[in-house]
């Protein structure tokens, strides 16, 4: 089963949770209200092999990234991290230095970002590293941005640059991205109800606007030569940027009246305007790529997506 059909079973789900449940499965983060008050949760794992390489990066980076993917899913709701747990299933000849050294990178990296880790599980076997993180969020007086907001006419952002978030070894800036939660959070102040939508860059632009689009019935276009990508990718660089994925940036959607008052950078990270949504043409939403030279295609289905 692929992962966007085991979601759309999971979404189905959803009229059936009760009223507590504010934001149900699909977007960044789940909610539910605690207390009269709104509790942000996220989880997400890291498995060595498919997310990370334990043969080639260090095991504090490998810490951090755990961490930090799932505070980049807590930037995309321009909330605040409050705590933190893990569940750690490590392979039986880890050693005792080295599980040390893991969690004591983890629970450095949660405290830098003042979100404390609280708790776990930890549990050993005949398999791969695996590190289930789930943290919980404040949304601190700002409205959780969620994925449904676009609205066609709507100018598309994205922050920092994309692609090639993975070397040849495993390494490279998926390893060291940082969370852009500070940036998000003066989104949200300076562009108030201006701010329609907002996602994480996780699975690749493609995929992940994509997701925009479907939540909020709109459809998309790309200007191509404005895509920000790092500089050491091969031409045609902006499909590297589509596809490749574990960015941790952010794409987000503003009003088209808006766009004046959106920073061109944030504590140095530039912000991008990259293209428009526009109204839903068919059925299912679609994005379209405009390239410079004048020429038009079809947005190609790239991205990451488990499947079994």
Known sequence: ?????LLQHVFGRNADLPESVSIPPGDDMGAITLGGQTVLMTVDQVIDGIHVNTGSSP????ARKSIVRNLSDVAAMAALPVAAVVAACLPRDFGEDRTRQLFDALAETAERYRCPLVGGDISIADRPLALTVTVFADPAGVEPIRRGGAKPGDAVFVTGKLGGAWDESGG??????????????????????DLHSM???????ARDLLHICEHSCVDAVIETASIPVRDQLPEPRW???LGDGEDYELCFTVSDSAVARVPKRIGGVPITRIGRTEPLHDVRPCITLHHADGSVEPCPQVGWEHQS
């Open 1 to 5: 089963m692929r992962e966007f059909e």
């Open 172 to 193: 490279g800036a998926h390893l060291t991205a940082e969370p852009r939660l500070l940036l998000a959070r003066q989104l949200a102040e300076a562009l108030a109800a």
């Open 59 to 62: 095991l504090d980076l490998i």
């Open 239 to 241: 499909k590297r940027a």
């Open 199 to 205: 996602i994480d860059l996780s699975d690749g632009l």
